[in-house]
């Protein structure tokens, strides 16, 4: 008996293990190089982080993540809205079983900056720029006509974002 409780304890703290160390996660950094304002990233969950230098790691999924440059005007009024209405807003769910993102010029969404994104820890050198309004690449319209998200299928993919590249 005393062994068949060892052996349940030595199999539970091996799963356990197991566990911990195949968790999912996903890093989301963002540089700014535009020399003013500051970098927003969101969730469709309402909540709104405001990262510095530091990258942003999530410990499971990071679903309906939106990322863009908030500054202001030369009458110091902010120039996007609360989810980038007004600005070039990147939009990404990063997930182990598919990734996705991509940059929206959708109405009332519009070029503000030049702004890029990439993947890392996976799928490297995929990603997109947008230097300027005519976007090649970028979401314009509703429609899923002419415009593909840019995916990634590996695991623990994480994502980098510039402004100003």
């Known amino acids: 008996m005393l062994f068949l409780t060892l052996l349940e304890h030595a199999l539970r703290a091996y799963f356990l293990v197991t566990v911990v160390h195949a968790q999912e996660q996903?890093?989301?950094?963002?540089?700014?190089?535009?020399?003013?304002?500051?970098?927003?990233?969101?969730?469709?969950?309402?909540?709104?982080?405001?990262?510095?230098?530091?990258?942003?790691?999530?410990?499971?999924?990071?679903?309906?993540?939106?990322?863009?440059?908030?500054?202001?005007?030369?009458?110091?009024?902010?120039?996007?809205?609360?989810?980038?209405?007004?600005?070039?807003?990147i939009e990404a769910s990063l997930n182990s079983n598919g990734s996705s993102a991509d940059i929206s010029l959708v109405p009332p969404h519009a070029f503000s900056v030049t702004t890029g994104f990439g993947y890392y820890d996976g799928c490297d050198g995929a990603g997109l720029d947008c230097t300027n309004a005519d976007c090649p690449g970028a979401k314009k319209h509703n429609s899923s006509q002419g415009w593909l998200p840019i995916s990634c299928s590996a695991a623990n993919v994480s994502l980098g974002i510039t402004f100003c590249d």
């Open 26 to 89: 996903h890093i989301v950094s963002i540089v700014n190089n535009c020399g003013k304002g500051y970098p927003v990233l969101g969730g469709l969950d309402g909540r709104q982080f405001y990262p510095t230098s530091e990258p942003v790691v999530f410990v499971g999924p990071a679903l309906g993540l939106f990322s863009y440059l908030q500054y202001t005007d030369d009458d110091g009024n902010n120039v996007c809205e609360q989810n980038g209405e007004g600005c070039t807003t």
